[in-house]
Nanobody, 121 residues
């Protein structure tokens, strides 16, 4: 089970930190990802972190967002800085086994319920 928190309303240029708490013993072995979905759009990849700590980002957030994980707390984070109105979306946490492209939503086995992020201009 994955539970996101930390979403909210923020002005453009502001920051938010999302958290995703996972239950289960296998957390440290999973690749963890963040996706987002804006109204009327498909769910899109934002960032991912492998169990070893390597990270990957969508071009649209590179340099502004940082993904991290704390395996002792079974938690993955997404620090979002310099937020823009186009970052407005529901943000989802997801978990998968390693292997294959990170951007494929179908490769992720577990999903959270999502947390709303709204960036005002």
């Amino acid at each position: 089970q994955l539970v996101e928190s930390g979403g909210g309303l923020v002005q453009a240029g502001g920051s938010l930190r999302l958290s995703c708490a996972a239950s289960g013993r296998a957390f440290s072995s999973y690749t963890m990802g963040w996706f987002r979905q804006a109204p009327g759009k498909e769910r899109e990849f934002v960032a991912a972190i492998w169990n070893g700590g390597n990270t990957a980002y969508a071009d649209s957030v590179k340099g502004r967002f940082t993904i991290s994980r704390d395996n002792a707390k079974n938690t993955v984070y997404l620090q979002m800085n310099s937020l823009k109105p186009e970052d407005t979306a529901v943000y989802y946490c997801a978990a998968r086994n390693p292997g294959g492209p990170l951007t494929d939503t179908w490769r992720y086995d577990y999903w959270g319920q999502g947390t709303q992020v709204t960036v005002s201009s």
